[in-house]
């Protein structure tokens, strides 16, 4: 696909992914006031991931230039040559030689319900050259502030405001550790503010504010809704893009992360949010028929005809 000629710069963690089944379900070990327990668990593989990564990688399938910022550790070398394999731009990610590269741990029952734990690593490190000045205001068409930690993440949002770029916000995972008045911040000044249904919950509460209300903060609301698809809400109108149906279902992790950068693409080629949610919706499925984050693959005359089979309507 056609190139864009302006980074999107991606801010979020780039983290080796352990990925295990579990063939129960969690409901039937967790018990209610009791969250001492233990899984055997199988098939454990390590991929390439993290939210940084996951979304730069899917963006750089649908022909944009991603830009990714964050900080990594010592063992970062193999990573990074998948990265550059894949000619995603590497230049802006540093690395802390005192620390390991962030590591997810994530679990799937058979309801393809999953648990996490996450290892930070040498995010916690912050380094003088971590800014979107080193990019440059010129060479910036959109910053996608998914997950890191808060601190950081805040940095972006104060640095996006002062320099007039417009930023997507994903708190994600992160959202119960923000300070609620910068957490409120970074949601009424976002452009497109992008949860799924229990973070939209958790926002509300932690912003102490009625969930309609909060809709109207940023620009774009976007709830995603796995099967059924998402909502959106953008100048005062409200509707729902459904989800495409799978050819099969391997591994749901990263498919979040997959419809974000469908939706950028789809927005840096100049469509309506309704029409860059459906880019976002295909490019979900096509993660969740993949194992691992960053495993799918399409061309684009395979990607144009099964968007016009799945929405009736060409790319």
Not at 151 to 179: H, K, R
Not at 247 to 275: H, L, S
Request: aromatic share 10%.
């Amino acid at each position: 696909m056609a190139e864009s000629s302006k980074k999107v710069v991606v801010i979020g963690a780039i983290a080796y992914d352990h990925v295990m089944d579990y063939s129960g379900l969690f409901e039937d070990v967790i018990m209610p006031d009791s969250y001492s327990f233990s899984l055997s668990t199988l098939n454990r593989q390590v991929f390439y991931g993290g939210c940084g990564g996951n979304i730069a990688y899917s963006l750089r399938l649908l022909g944009q230039d991603p830009a990714i910022i964050t900080v990594v550790g010592k063992d970062f070398e193999e990573y990074k040559n998948w990265l550059e394999k894949n000619k995603i731009n590497t230049s802006y990610i540093h690395v802390d030689k005192n620390h390991m590269t962030a590591s997810a741990f994530i679990v799937t029952d058979k309801e393809e319900k999953q648990i996490t734990f996450f290892d930070p690593g040498a995010m916690h490190a912050r380094l003088p050259e971590h800014n979107l000045a080193s990019v440059g205001k010129e060479n910036i068409s959109w910053v996608m502030i998914a997950p890191d930690l808060p601190p950081s993440m805040m940095q972006f949002v104060e640095e996006a405001i002062e320099l007039d770029i417009p930023y997507i916000f994903d708190p994600a995972q992160q959202m119960g550790i923000f300070d609620r008045a910068d957490l409120f911040k970074a949601v009424k000044k976002s452009y497109m503010l992008i949860v799924n249904e229990y973070e939209a919950k958790l926002l509300s509460n932690m912003l102490s504010m009625p969930l309609e209300e909060i809709t109207k903060l940023p620009k774009i609301y976007i709830e995603t809704h796995g099967a059924r698809g998402c909502r959106v809400r953008a100048d005062g109108t409200e509707y729902y893009v459904k989800a495409v149906q799978p050819n099969k279902i391997v591994d749901p992790t990263g498919c979040g992360d997959a419809f974000r950068a469908g939706v950028i693409a789809g927005m840096e080629r100049g469509f309506d949010i309704e029409k860059a949610c459906k880019m976002g919706a295909l490019m979900a499925v096509y993660a969740l028929e993949a194992m691992g984050c960053q495993s799918h693959s399409f061309d684009e005359k395979d990607f144009a005809r099964r968007f016009q089979k799945s929405f009736g309507e060409e790319l």
